[in-house]
């Protein structure tokens, strides 16, 4: 049987134990570098927070850049309440800002005094970088880390997380004592990513699990959490509606709460809107646009689909069904070129655009008056440009623009990123949304108006499933 000082303990921190074989090794070292401001104290603070919630193991933080005071203020901001689990003797803040060179001997014999007193499990050093600067020689540091770190505190089965300062311009970890010892070391990394933030975690070793896939994109809203590849992740199955997110006079949701907010109120009346996947997203696309489409069906309003290119109509119909009210059903149509006419499938004719085009245009008139309000309109654009050709597409565009604002309805065009329309399509839109794939995880960002990277996820709520969006800082 596998002993207990051998088994991954979970860390708690979403999505990252599943990259890392399961968690830390009970009293292991662990480095986590990176230039100030990279998330490095938020990493740290997560794992003992979340140790003491879903572990109940006690850890101690201490400290040589901030007060107790600075620190419990700071990570409440990240959803962690430590304050709770000092009340409780679960964690112990040990303050050491201002010791310097000829207390180190009493301040190792405190620390380790305060793990065995707490029994602690979890202890923090924030930063070894400022410890060992306060020591005379670099063979002190060794010595620390050999004797104190990994022998005193791994026979007390207590995991140590050095913090490692990184100043900006030099790429070596500390010392360099530090990555050879360790069990394991992250490098935190933020960066700017086509004018947004891009934070990176890093993998540099990792003694108890192979290393697949060394980088990860992370953020730390609501406390620190890593987005895995969606190979990694299992992508949750939708069950039961989407939740009805209700549209205003003029303007119209996505289905997506948190995509509303930062879109500054969504869809507008006669919008003229573009989403761009790049090339290598490899995620199914109906899952992004379902909640937008049932958001509108649901409420009564009429849709129109031509799927863009790898999707077919019988496809998104199937993706449908089980999110919309039956009463609603019949307001949804689904344009192809193949096969033949059936209950919410149109197949168009696919030799001239110009024909094809004034079909889809009295289609969504014959849906405008049946149901007395404006029409949402999915488009392929690049199903268009692939059919009948680049010049054909543009020249459509100037109609199809007026038909959109004369009516008042509202308009989600798709594309590939190599499609030869983007950029008009991207002149024309009102609001213009990016779907691109990074370190294997995929993102959505918006291009106009501008927000973060964003993380989207399917969240399971009782008899209800719905998207949420994490950005990126």
């Given at each position: 049987?596998?002993?207990?000082?051998?088994?991954?303990?979970?860390?708690?921190?979403?999505?990252?134990?599943?990259?890392?074989?399961?968690?830390?090794?009970?009293?292991?070292?662990?480095?986590?570098?990176?230039?100030?401001?990279?998330?490095?104290?938020?990493?740290?603070?997560?794992?003992?927070?979340?140790?003491?919630?879903?572990?109940?193991?006690?850890?101690?933080?201490?400290?040589?850049?901030?007060?107790?005071?600075?620190?419990?203020?700071?990570?409440?901001?990240?959803?962690?309440?430590?304050?709770?689990?000092?009340?409780?003797?679960?964690?112990?803040?040990?303050?050491?800002?201002?010791?310097?060179?000829?207390?180190?001997?009493?301040?190792?014999?405190?620390?380790?005094?305060?793990?065995?007193?707490?029994?602690?499990?979890?202890?923090?050093?924030?930063?070894?970088?400022?410890?060992?600067?306060?020591?005379?020689?670099?063979?002190?540091?060794?010595?620390?880390?050999?004797t104190v770190l990994t022998k005193i505190l791994r026979k007390a089965g207590?995991?140590?997380?050095?913090?490692?300062?990184?100043?900006?311009?030099?790429?070596?970890?500390?010392?360099?004592?530090?990555?050879?010892?360790?069990?394991?070391?992250?490098?935190?990394?933020?960066?700017?990513?086509?004018?947004?933030?891009?934070?990176?975690?890093?993998?540099?070793?990792?003694?108890?699990?192979?290393?697949?896939?060394?980088?990860?994109?992370?953020?730390?809203?609501?406390?620190?959490?890593?987005?895995?590849?969606?190979?990694?992740?299992?992508?949750?199955?939708?069950?039961?509606?989407?939740?009805?997110?209700?549209?205003?006079?003029?303007?119209?949701?996505?289905?997506?709460?948190?995509?509303?907010?930062?879109?500054?109120?969504?869809?507008?009346?006669?919008?003229?809107?573009?989403?761009?996947?790049?090339?290598?997203?490899?995620?199914?696309?109906?899952?992004?646009?379902?909640?937008?489409?049932?958001?509108?069906?649901?409420?009564?309003y009429g849709v129109l689909i031509l799927p863009p290119q790898g999707i077919?109509?019988?496809?998104?119909?199937?993706?449908?069904?089980?999110?919309?009210?039956?009463?609603?059903?019949?307001?949804?149509?689904?344009?192809?070129?193949?096969?033949?006419?059936e209950s919410s499938i149109v197949v168009l004719d696919g030799a001239s655009?110009?024909?094809?085009?004034?079909?889809?245009?009295?289609?969504?008139?014959?849906?405008?008056?049946?149901?007395?309000?404006?029409?949402?309109?999915?488009?392929?654009?690049?199903?268009?440009?692939?059919?009948?050709?680049?010049?054909?597409?543009?020249?459509?565009?100037?109609?199809?623009?007026?038909?959109?604002?004369?009516?008042?309805?509202?308009?989600?065009?798709?594309?590939?990123?190599?499609?030869?329309?983007?950029?008009?399509?991207?002149?024309?839109?009102?609001?213009?949304?990016?779907?691109?794939?990074?370190?294997?995880?995929?993102?959505?960002?918006?291009?106009?108006?501008?927000?973060?990277?964003?993380?989207?996820?399917?969240?399971?709520?009782?008899?209800?499933?719905?998207?949420?969006?994490?950005?990126?800082?």
């Open positions: 049987m596998e002993s207990m000082e051998s088994m991954a303990v979970p860390t708690g921190l979403e999505g990252f134990d599943l990259l890392i074989g399961g968690g830390f090794k009970r009293g292991s070292l662990i480095v986590v570098a990176g230039n100030p401001g990279t998330g490095k104290s938020v990493f740290s603070a997560g794992w003992l927070y979340q140790g003491a919630v879903d572990l109940n193991e006690n850890g101690v933080y201490v400290s040589f850049a901030e007060d107790r005071q600075t620190f419990i203020d700071n990570m409440k901001g990240f959803g962690y309440d430590f304050e709770r689990f000092e009340a409780e003797g679960k964690f112990r803040f040990l303050d050491l800002v201002t010791v310097r060179g000829g207390g180190i001997s009493d301040v190792l014999n405190c620390i380790v005094d305060y793990v065995y007193s707490l029994k602690a499990k979890r202890l923090v050093i924030d930063s070894f970088s400022a410890l060992a600067q306060a020591m005379e020689k670099p063979i002190d540091v060794r010595s620390l880390m050999h207590c995991t140590t997380l050095l913090i490692v300062e990184i100043p900006y311009g030099e790429s070596k970890v500390g010392f360099g004592i530090e990555e050879f010892l360790a069990d394991a070391v992250f490098l935190l990394t933020r960066r700017e990513y086509e004018g947004v933030t891009l934070r990176e975690i890093s993998i540099l070793k990792n003694r108890w699990s192979e290393i697949i896939y060394p980088s990860y994109v992370f953020t730390l809203k609501n406390g620190f959490q890593v987005f895995p590849p969606i190979w990694i992740r299992r992508i949750e199955s939708p069950v039961g509606k989407m939740p009805v997110i209700p549209h205003k006079k003029d303007i119209f949701s996505t289905g997506i709460k948190d995509l509303d907010q930062l879109l500054n109120g969504s869809f507008c009346r006669g919008g003229y809107n573009l989403l761009e996947i790049e090339r290598d997203v490899a995620f199914p696309l109906e899952r992004l646009i379902r909640p937008t489409v049932c958001n509108f069906l649901n409420q009564g077919d109509a019988s496809t998104v119909k199937k993706t449908l069904i089980p999110f919309t009210d039956q009463k609603y059903r019949e307001n949804r149509l689904i344009m192809d070129y193949k096969g033949r006419e655009l110009e024909k094809d085009m004034e079909k889809v245009w009295s289609i969504a008139s014959d849906l405008r008056r049946k149901t007395g309000k404006p029409v949402f309109s999915i488009i392929g654009f690049d199903t268009i440009e692939y059919r009948y050709g680049e010049r054909e597409a543009l020249k459509t565009l100037g109609q199809d623009v007026t038909q959109i604002r004369s009516y008042g309805d509202v308009r989600l065009n798709i594309i590939r990123s190599h499609v030869n329309v983007a950029p008009q399509l991207e002149a024309l839109s009102h609001v213009y949304l990016k779907i691109e794939m990074i370190h294997g995880a995929v993102f959505v960002r918006g291009i106009k108006p501008r927000t973060p990277l964003l993380y989207p996820k399917m969240v399971i709520d009782k008899d209800f499933s719905k998207v949420k969006m994490t950005p990126v800082i």
